[in-house]
């Protein structure tokens, strides 16, 4: 009787094993080969090593420069992302300014907005020749050098802070929301005002927790590859990311795979030591841990006369990021660019729209996406349930094994994963359809997907599940109607999550892209690149709108939820 | 950690498993309801092996036939009353017949007069009221053996007083063997027909509450099971303690001459006589050095001038602060144990 359990949960737990080495430590392993190969050569091609390519990046001077930039770019604007979403959080969570709920909705669905679509909208907006801003401050004050550009370290710093406040504010606001209200009431009640509770009780306590949150932004920074792309390249700054994704796919010139694998492995280095400095953070903040439980929600701080100054500031924020989105709508509606005025509008019409949706390769892209994001959110969330039961639950060698292996893919980054999987994929018949896409996006979702499901099957109590075995039901039974019923809405929700993501992506799109398997971002960058910058601009809103739709009546729910008992 | 934890349970026996927490009577429950694996050991139930470490026989939690309440009573959320009820009848190994169900289903609701809640969302439950549904679903399949993991810790302390009694009531009258896992004393003597007293993964002492509380075998039964007064002595002669209150004559006292041993003295146990005369055995002289009425007795601290005694009279005794009394230690009621360290 024992064997029958054991086996039915010991042959999934295999399976998964199986296939989570696959996915996950055949890209890893063919990265470490490829690094050491011959120039070129194929990872496969022979057992020759070396160390030249190592070599190579280590004596070249211009390298040094490449460090550099990827340090200023990363340091730049997670140092001011983080700060702004800091201070936008403790807004919505902490006191009681108005908008607060419109916030945080805002915040929750910005996930639906690609990045690369941001850096159109800026590229629109502030580029030196004919950018939007820069010829209203030409009219304005009569200036005849531009008063922005978008191509410099700056403007990429700043575009990227402003992207990265989103995620930031969703991970501060939650320790702003789990801290313990007493530590402030009895800072009240010795006779602090709200100004000096703010800066010397809620502020220190929240320090280690938004440190961590940092270090996790600076990784996810280090990693970024669209805004440098379309931003950077131009500017002629490389990073880390770029500079990876130029060798495997250079403009002119046969592909450097060993070297770029090489700056891959480095990157991985690099990724690693952030998460070992994460998981050390966040050590520390635990012994300051202000979550006491549940039961209670703090108490919010009246901000009086700052009321309405507090709303403006994030206001003026939110204008900002919807300024780019604006741009790419304006020029969305005009067959042939036109600078913003009242005259123009007389001439808008949703001709551009027509015209993209009536193209045969829009049509298939549309079609791709759709495949690729419900492929892809599925089989994450479906995988991710499963191992992350096993972590919870199992203790066998096994299942930490397939834990740690899941979690592994958040030290590489996509750009580097991507191109692990072009080599592993090169010469299989995968390489060139859509499922080497789904298989990518699975690979670096999997971690997000195993980490939310893991946090979720922690708070069910152990007993509910001993319940329904003691009750006379099986494993599979149990799992079936006990367990997953109870954590639906966490399975909702990273589902989404990975949807939008997935539709929103454009690495691994792009490093993987043949004419067979082109989704909406890489189709929308091919036509920026063209240029067909009103066609761009209509599929960029139309995949806006579209993730919208999906996030956006989740957000408001959830929004609702959590603002319910303040 | 379990360590030659053996005990035999009857059919339609009460038996409880008392103990502090961390004394492995969780551990032992889950180990009988096949959620935790003993590393050796062998379990059987109404003559078949459940496991057995020799045969390397395992037979999971779901094969049993058991029913349970937890601790946290685990009802699931995304349930109705009824749907909780009948999860054992729908998915168990001995599944009822689909018409079966629903009448099944009320009647174990109406054992625990919760009929009339069948179609609530669980969530909407007041936590005596989980509770009732813990204990019919746990009932619900007529399964074997009950398990009750500590169902009462988390009610509020009135509530505790009625379900003690109703539970008793309810698995003595379907004549279910149960065996019933607390750290608290007063519920084991109230509720069980025997009772199992563990500490550090072992099993000090099992009998019936009578015998546990007044026959201790070990300091440490008497410790946990009441107040009770422990006497340091030495064993002066047959049935005879040298201690610090001068010679204690024990009925029964079986240890060997000269050794170290605990007089146990339930605060029940002694006499008060006023204007008494000195002298006589297991009787000396008291000052009442505290007197603390609290309702239904009064509660005593006599200094013996050696060593202090707590002791309670019935509430209508008038006796006054200072006052001067003879204590007389009744030596039927006393108990001799091995002398314990680790037992204050």
Same mark, same amino acid.
């Given at each position: 009787?024992?064997?029958?359990?054991?086996?039915?949960?010991?042959?999934?737990?295999?399976?998964?094993?199986?296939?989570? @080495?696959?996915?996950?430590?055949?890209?890893?392993?063919?990265?470490?080969?490829?690094?050491? @190969?011959?120039?070129?050569?194929?990872?496969?091609?022979?057992?020759?090593?070396?160390?030249?390519?190592?070599a190579t990046i280590f004596t070249r001077a211009d390298n040094l420069r490449l460090a550099g930039n990827t340090l200023l770019?990363?340091?730049?604007?997670?140092?001011?992302?983080?700060?702004?979403?800091?201070?936008?959080?403790?807004?919505?969570?902490?006191?009681?300014?108005?908008?607060?709920?419109?916030?945080?909705?805002?915040?929750?669905?910005?996930?639906?907005?690609?990045?690369?679509?941001?850096?159109?909208?800026?590229?629109?907006?502030?580029?030196?020749?004919?950018?939007?801003?820069?010829?209203?401050?030409?009219?304005?004050? *009569?200036?005849?050098?531009?008063?922005?550009?978008?191509?410099?370290?700056?403007?990429?710093?700043?575009?990227?802070?402003?992207?990265?406040?989103?995620?930031?504010?969703?991970?501060?606001?939650?320790?702003?929301?789990?801290?313990?209200?007493?530590?402030?009431?009895?800072?009240?009640?010795?006779?602090?005002?709200?100004?000096?509770?703010?800066?010397?009780?809620? $502020?220190?306590?929240?320090?280690?927790?938004? $440190?961590?949150?940092?270090?996790?932004?600076?990784?996810?920074?280090?990693?970024?590859?669209?805004?440098?792309?379309?931003?950077g390249l131009?500017?002629r700054i490389p990073v880390l990311?770029t500079r990876v994704?130029l060798l @495997?796919?250079?403009?002119?010139?046969?592909?450097n795979?060993?070297l770029?694998?090489?700056f891959?492995?480095i990157?991985?280095?690099?990724?690693?030591?952030?998460?070992?400095?994460?998981?050390?953070?966040?050590?520390?903040?635990?012994?300051?841990?202000?979550?006491?439980?549940?039961?209670?929600?703090?108490?919010?701080?009246?901000?009086?006369?700052?009321?309405?100054?507090?709303?403006?500031?994030?206001?003026?924020?939110?204008?900002?990021?919807?300024?780019?989105?604006?741009?790419?709508?304006?020029?969305?509606?005009?067959?042939?660019?036109?600078?913003?005025?009242?005259?123009?509008?007389?001439?808008?019409?949703?001709?551009?729209?027509?015209?993209?949706?009536?193209?045969?390769?829009?049509?298939?892209?549309?079609?791709?996406?759709?495949?690729?994001?419900?492929?892809?959110?599925?089989?994450?969330?479906?995988?991710?349930?499963?191992?992350?039961?096993?972590?919870?639950?199992?203790?066998?060698?096994?299942?930490?094994?397939?834990?740690?292996?899941?979690?592994?893919?958040?030290?590489?980054?996509?750009?580097?994963?991507?191109?692990?999987?072009?080599?592993?994929?090169?010469?299989?018949?995968?390489?060139?359809?859509?499922?080497?896409?789904?298989?990518?996006?699975?690979?670096?979702?999997?971690?997000?997907?195993?980490?939310?499901?893991?946090?979720?099957?922690?708070?069910?109590?152990?007993?509910?599940?001993?319940?329904?075995?003691?009750?006379?039901?099986?494993?599979?039974?149990?799992?079936?109607?006990?367990?997953?019923?109870?954590?639906?809405?966490?399975?909702?929700? *990273?589902?989404?999550?990975?949807?939008?993501?997935?539709?929103?992506?454009?690495?691994?799109?792009?490093?993987?892209?043949?004419?067979?398997?082109?989704?909406?971002?890489?189709?929308?960058?091919?036509?920026?690149?063209?240029?067909?910058?009103?066609?761009?601009?209509?599929?960029?809103?139309?995949?806006?709108?579209?993730?919208?739709?999906?996030?956006?009546?989740?957000?408001?729910?959830?929004?609702?939820?959590?603002?319910?008992?303040? | 950690?379990?360590?030659?934890?053996?005990?035999?349970?009857?059919?339609?026996?009460?038996?409880?498993?008392?103990?502090?927490?961390?004394?492995?009577?969780?551990?032992?429950?889950?180990?009988?309801?096949?959620?935790?694996?003993?590393?050796?050991?062998?379990?059987?139930?109404?003559?078949?092996?459940?496991?057995?470490?020799?045969?390397?026989?395992?037979?999971?939690?779901?094969?049993?036939?058991?029913?349970?309440?937890?601790?946290?009573?685990?009802?699931?959320?995304?349930?109705?009353?009824?749907?909780?009820?009948?999860?054992?009848?729908?998915?168990?190994?001995?599944? /009822?017949?689909?018409?079966?169900?629903?009448?099944?289903?009320?009647?174990?609701?109406?054992?625990?007069?919760?009929?009339?809640?069948?179609?609530?969302?669980?969530?909407?439950?007041?936590?005596? !009221?989980?509770?009732?549904?813990?204990?019919?679903?746990?009932?619900?399949?007529?399964?074997?053996?009950?398990?009750?993991?500590?169902?009462?810790?988390?009610?509020?302390?009135?509530?505790?007083?009625?379900?003690?009694?109703?539970?008793?009531?309810?698995?003595?009258?379907?004549?279910?063997?149960?065996?019933?896992?607390?750290?608290?004393?007063?519920?084991?003597?109230?509720?069980?027909?025997?009772? /199992?007293?563990?500490?550090?993964?072992?099993?000090?002492?099992?009998?019936?509450?009578?015998?546990?509380?007044?026959?201790?075998?070990? /300091?440490?039964?008497?410790?946990?099971?009441?107040?009770?007064?422990?006497? /340091?002595?030495?064993?002066?002669?047959?049935?005879?303690?040298?201690?610090?209150?001068?010679?204690?004559?024990?009925?029964?006292?079986?240890?060997?001459?000269?050794?170290?041993?605990?007089?146990?003295?339930?605060?029940?146990?002694?006499?008060?006589?006023?204007?008494?005369?000195?002298?006589?055995?297991?009787?000396?002289?008291?000052?009442?050095?505290?007197?603390?009425?609290?309702?239904?007795?009064?509660?005593?601290?006599?200094?013996?001038?050696?060593?202090?005694?707590?002791?309670?009279?019935?509430?209508?005794?008038?006796?006054?602060?200072?006052? !001067?009394?003879?204590?007389?230690?009744?030596?039927?009621?006393?108990?001799?144990?091995?002398?314990?360290?680790?037992?204050?």
């Amino acid at each position: 009787m024992r064997a029958q359990r054991a086996d039915r949960q010991a042959l999934t737990l295999w399976v998964i094993a199986a296939l989570v @080495s696959v996915l996950i430590l055949g890209p890893i392993l063919v990265l470490f080969r490829a690094s050491v @190969s011959p120039p070129g050569t194929l990872p496969f091609d022979g057992w020759d090593l070396t160390f030249e390519h190592y070599a190579t990046i280590f004596t070249r001077a211009d390298n040094l420069r490449l460090a550099g930039n990827t340090l200023l770019y990363a340091l730049g604007s997670v140092a001011i992302g983080v700060a702004i979403a800091t201070g936008i959080a403790w807004a919505t969570e902490r006191t009681d300014m108005p908008g607060r709920v419109g916030a945080r909705v805002m915040m929750f669905s910005w996930m639906a907005v690609p990045p690369l679509v941001m850096g159109f909208g800026w590229i629109l907006l502030i580029n030196p020749g004919n950018g939007a801003l820069n010829a209203l401050a030409k009219n304005t004050f *009569g200036l005849t050098q531009p008063l922005f550009t978008i191509y410099s370290l700056w403007s990429l710093v700043m575009i990227t802070a402003l992207a990265v406040v989103p995620t930031a504010f969703v991970m501060v606001s939650g320790l702003m929301r789990n801290m313990d209200p007493q530590l402030e009431q009895a800072a009240t009640v010795h006779g602090a005002s709200g100004a000096v509770i703010a800066r010397r009780i809620t $502020l220190p306590l929240v320090a280690p927790g938004v $440190l961590s949150v940092a270090i996790f932004m600076f990784m996810t920074v280090v990693q970024a590859f669209d805004l440098p792309l379309i931003i950077g390249l131009t500017a002629r700054i490389p990073v880390l990311s770029t500079r990876v994704y130029l060798l @495997s796919s250079p403009d002119a010139g046969i592909p450097n795979y060993g070297l770029s694998s090489a700056f891959g492995v480095i990157l991985v280095a690099v990724a690693a030591l952030l998460m070992w400095s994460y998981f050390r953070a966040i050590r520390v903040s635990e012994r300051f841990r202000v979550v006491t439980g549940r039961g209670f929600r703090p108490r919010r701080v009246a901000l009086g006369g700052w009321r309405w100054p507090l709303f403006a500031a994030v206001l003026f924020y939110f204008v900002l990021m919807l300024l780019p989105l604006a741009m790419l709508a304006w020029a969305s509606l005009f067959p042939s660019y036109r600078l913003p005025s009242f005259e123009a509008l007389g001439y808008a019409s949703l001709a551009s729209y027509a015209r993209v949706l009536d193209m045969g390769s829009v049509q298939r892209a549309i079609g791709h996406t759709v495949v690729l994001v419900l492929a892809s959110a599925s089989i994450v969330m479906a995988l991710s349930s499963l191992i992350a039961w096993f972590s919870v639950r199992g203790r066998t060698v096994l299942a930490r094994y397939v834990d740690i292996l899941s979690f592994a893919p958040t030290a590489v980054p996509p750009i580097v994963m991507v191109m692990a999987i072009l080599l592993l994929y090169l010469q299989s018949p995968l390489y060139g359809t859509l499922w080497i896409l789904i298989l990518g996006h699975v690979t670096i979702y999997i971690a997000f997907g195993t980490r939310t499901m893991g946090a979720a099957l922690m708070q069910i109590h152990k007993e509910l599940a001993d319940a329904a075995s003691i009750s006379g039901a099986g494993w599979f039974t149990g799992l079936r109607r006990i367990t997953l019923p109870l954590v639906w809405p966490h399975i909702l929700n *990273g589902w989404l999550w990975v949807v939008a993501h997935s539709a929103r992506d454009l690495t691994i799109p792009l490093v993987l892209m043949t004419t067979g398997n082109v989704v909406v971002a890489s189709a929308l960058w091919q036509m920026w690149d063209f240029p067909d910058l009103s066609g761009a601009s209509a599929v960029a809103m139309l995949l806006v709108a579209g993730l919208l739709m999906l996030v956006v009546p989740l957000q408001i729910y959830a929004a609702r939820q959590s603002d319910r008992g303040h | 950690m379990l360590d030659k934890v053996s005990f035999d349970v009857a059919e339609g026996e009460f038996f409880t498993l008392l103990g502090p927490s961390g004394c492995g009577k969780t551990t032992t429950l889950q180990c009988i309801a096949g959620l935790e694996v003993p590393s050796a050991g062998c379990i059987s139930m109404g003559g078949q092996t459940v496991f057995s470490s020799e045969q390397n026989l395992m037979v999971p939690a779901n094969k049993r036939d058991l029913g349970m309440v937890f601790q946290s009573y685990a009802i699931w959320p995304h349930m109705t009353v009824f749907d909780n009820v009948a999860f054992p009848l729908i998915h168990g190994p001995r599944k /009822a017949a689909k018409s079966e169900i629903a009448s099944r289903v009320r009647e174990a609701l109406a054992r625990v007069q919760l009929d009339h809640l069948a179609e609530r969302p669980a969530p909407l439950l007041s936590g005596g !009221q989980q509770q009732r549904v813990a204990l019919a679903r746990a009932l619900v399949h007529a399964p074997r053996l009950l398990l009750l993991d500590e169902p009462l810790s988390n009610l509020d302390a009135k509530l505790r007083d009625v379900m003690r009694g109703e539970l008793r009531v309810l698995v003595k009258s379907l004549g279910i063997t149960t065996i019933f896992v607390t750290h608290d004393q007063v519920e084991a003597m109230s509720m069980s027909d025997r009772v /199992a007293l563990m500490r550090d993964g072992q099993i000090v002492q099992i009998g019936a509450p009578r015998d546990i509380y007044l026959r201790p075998t070990s /300091a440490f039964t008497a410790s946990f099971m009441g107040h009770s007064n422990m006497i /340091a002595g030495t064993m002066q002669s047959m049935g005879v303690a040298e201690t610090a209150l001068g010679p204690l004559r024990i009925d029964g006292a079986t240890q060997a001459v000269g050794a170290k041993v605990f007089v146990i003295a339930r605060p029940q146990s002694a006499v008060l006589l006023r204007g008494a005369a000195g002298g006589g055995a297991n009787r000396f002289p008291a000052c009442i050095a505290g007197l603390n009425f609290v309702g239904d007795q009064i509660e005593i601290d006599a200094d013996c001038g050696a060593r202090h005694l707590r002791l309670v009279v019935d509430s209508y005794g008038d006796l006054q602060l200072g006052e !001067q009394v003879m204590v007389e230690l009744l030596r039927d009621r006393l108990v001799v144990v091995p002398h314990d360290a680790s037992v204050g």
